[in-house]
């Protein structure tokens, strides 16, 4: 295929410095073009039954596909603009399109069939009998057995839906950037960090505005609720951020048709396929049975942490009414940080100067390289997106390489809020191979003229998950793309690694590691750091009920929800009647923006975050025992989590590696709510 479109040439790492919006749409004809003639040559006639004969083929093409796609949707979020934006959306179509289209094709299934029954499927190796019976199994899920009429209403559904929660998610990002406040009176700013003062100022003097220029993004906002001592200022910070995409914000970006038609399509997807509704359809691929057992989870941590949750809020309310003030939504970062600042003598703005970013990425790799055994390498010269963006190595011992790694960190406009993974290229053994290749998003606050980035020790446990779901791609040995690295692992299990890496962060000998005084290049303070790990728990009843509280109103939307019978924010009030100690006012449209479940795939799978942390919390034990460096801990850790991607049941993986199934009392006595248990 010929390589003039920078899109096309996919024998190396994506050539971001050449890439035009104007060229996305020709690449997908061709791209488009080439698979349909793959499919149609391999599926002519009868294909035999061997891996070699269809199915390794299809799966190859499927493999470049997806490696072709990669950067645009990667551009899509962090470099987003109106053309570009334009040809992500006519494209994203046209591929949910052919994607339904192949997973509904019987030629396709009866080709993976043969294969399933056929006489060499006994002698394939582990990954590819997944890759096979997972393959069928999505088939089934996308209509392959249906009639000819709702099979090609199951293809339409999937059509818009692709469109619905791709505009979802675009009006998040257009009403986050939409909105700003100019503050010319710096008394009304007492409080905030003069790190996040001198941003702002900044913001303000690009603009040509007098004063501070604050915005909805997590650098700014976040530290705001936090530290500023004028309630009015975080109060209206507050609405405008709780308010986003919503007929209460600016009514431009409202979500609030756009959630009730992605709802109504999902649950015609199901019913489509017999579910009795789209839950049980999406655990259909989880390690969860069913709706039932997912709620019962949830509502069982509920309740051992509501009695710790109401004493928590109760201590916030008695701090707030010493001040004469009667505890608001916009009232509880605020208040919730002077009263660890009084219980612990710590404040998370104490750490900051000790977490310099370059020296945090530093340690972060010294840790990983002497727990696994590779090493981490920066490299110069390649084309990146922005020029903040990193790109680094990762080799064996032996100094062959095994994956690489694109890293960027500080927000920006027209970059998506939050942190993620996701992967670039994908472990295959080919022809051609390649190794596996990651982008790591991030937003913290960019490097000032006087100062690197300093982090929080909040956003250090951020880097250190999103590098775990990147270890978890990268490390992997499986040579089969649809089951190497995260690729195959059940939305349930995915966030193991991920959550599994935040426990190093509190680790005495991992602190010194990534921390250290930016000026005086001295390590975090013994007494500082006791404090730190003795607020570890503070208010985790709290949190731990606010993640449940999301988490049951993903799962009742998706099991019972019928959102022709009313508003889905009176689903989300009647879940916090239940579950929340403190409700949020009346204008709060938390839903409108939470892309995670209208347009991030965690739809009936929120509670996955939960799920995920009593394996991690399990999972850390062997080194609490053994200690945080112990090689041999990590190479089990390696061998059996990391490097085997989703080539088998994450049940049978985490018994090999701690020996038996996960227990809960692991995270309930890492969220010091093991106590509350029976109450």
């Not at 080799?395 to 690489?404: V, Y």
């Not at 059940?490 to 890496?501: I, K, N, R, T």
């Not at 049978?652 to 020996?659: D, I, P, S, T, Y």
Request: glycine share 6%.
């Amino acid at each position: 295929m010929a390589t003039d479109n920078p899109l096309l040439d996919l024998d190396g790492l994506p050539r971001f410095a050449h890439i035009d919006p104007r060229q996305v749409t020709p690449a997908l004809d061709a791209m488009l073009d080439e698979t349909h003639a793959t499919v149609e040559a391999r599926l002519a006639g009868d294909p035999g039954p061997g891996w070699d004969d269809a199915v390794g083929p299809l799966e190859t093409t499927e493999t470049r596909l997806k490696r072709f796609w990669s950067p645009v949707a990667h551009l899509n979020a962090v470099a987003d603009s109106a053309p570009l934006r334009e040809a992500y959306n006519a494209g994203l179509g046209r591929l949910t399109s052919y994607q339904t289209s192949y997973a509904q094709d019987e030629r396709v299934y009866r080709a993976y069939r043969a294969v399933a029954e056929g006489p060499a499927f006994a002698s394939l190796s582990e990954a590819r009998k997944k890759v096979i019976m997972n393959a069928l199994r999505d088939m089934r899920l996308s209509g392959v057995a249906l009639e000819a009429g709702p099979k090609a209403r199951f293809k339409a559904v999937q059509e818009k839906l692709s469109e619905l929660t791709s505009r979802f998610e675009q009006n998040v990002l257009d009403a986050t950037d939409a909105f700003s406040l100019t503050v010319e009176d710096e008394a009304r700013l007492q409080g905030i960090p003069a790190s996040v003062l001198a941003q702002a100022r900044s913001e303000a003097q690009k603009r040509g505005c007098k004063g501070f220029l604050l915005t909805l993004q997590a650098p700014c906002y976040v530290p705001i609720m936090t530290y500023a001592r004028d309630r009015a200022l975080r109060r209206q910070l507050y609405e405008a951020y709780v308010t986003r995409a919503s007929e209460a914000g600016d009514g431009r970006y409202d979500n609030t048709a756009l959630a009730h038609e992605i709802l109504a399509l999902r649950r015609e997807t199901a019913s489509l396929l017999g579910f009795p509704h789209y839950a049980d359809y999406s655990l259909a691929t989880k390690m969860a049975r069913d709706a039932v057992e997912v709620e019962a989870f949830l509502t069982d941590l509920a309740r051992r942490a509501r009695p710790a949750a109401l004493r928590e809020l109760a201590d916030l309310k008695a701090l707030a009414g010493a001040d004469g003030v009667f505890l608001e939504a916009w009232d509880t970062a605020y208040y919730s940080e002077r009263l660890k600042e009084q219980r612990y003598q710590f404040s998370e703005e104490d750490l900051r100067p000790y977490f310099p970013l370059p020296r945090v990425l530093e340690g972060l790799f010294t840790l990983t390289e002497r727990l696994y055994g590779v090493r981490i390498r920066q490299r110069h010269g390649i084309e990146v997106w922005h020029p903040d963006v990193l790109f680094y190595e990762i080799t064996d011992p032996d100094g062959q390489a095994r994956a690489q790694f694109y890293l960027d960190l500080y927000a920006r406009e027209r970059k998506r809020g939050g942190a993620w993974m996701d992967e670039c290229c994908v472990r295959q053994a080919g022809p051609p191979p390649s190794l596996p290749v990651a982008y790591l998003t991030c937003n913290f606050s960019a490097p000032a003229a006087d100062h690197p980035s300093l982090l929080r020790h909040d956003e250090v446990e951020t880097l250190f998950h999103e590098f775990g779901h990147g270890l978890h791609h990268m490390l992997t040995q499986v040579d089969e793309p649809a089951v190497s690295g995260i690729n195959g692992v059940p939305w349930d299990a995915v966030e193991l690694p991920s959550q599994f890496m935040e426990n190093f962060c509190w680790e005495r000998e991992v602190v010194d590691l990534i921390g250290a005084h930016y000026r005086s290049g001295e390590p975090v303070p013994a007494d500082l750091f006791a404090r730190l790990r003795s607020a570890r728990t503070f208010q985790a009843a709290l949190q731990m009920l606010r993640q449940v509280e999301f988490a049951l109103f993903d799962i009742r939307l998706h099991a019972g929800f019928d959102p022709a019978a009313g508003p889905v924010h009176a689903l989300l009030d009647a879940v916090r009647d239940e579950v929340a100690v403190m409700k949020p006012p009346a204008f709060n449209r938390f839903e409108n923006s939470f892309t995670h479940i209208f347009a991030g795939g965690y739809a009936a799978g929120y509670y996955s975050y939960k799920w995920a942390e009593v394996l991690s919390a399990d999972a850390f034990g062997p080194f609490e025992e053994r200690g945080v460096f112990d090689r041999a801990t990590g190479l089990s850790f390696l061998h059996n989590i990391l490097e085997r991607g989703g080539e088998a049941d994450p049940r049978e993986l985490f018994a090999r590696f701690r020996g038996r199934a996960p227990r809960i009392d692991a995270l309930l006595k890492q969220s010091g709510l093991y106590e509350t248990e029976g109450n």
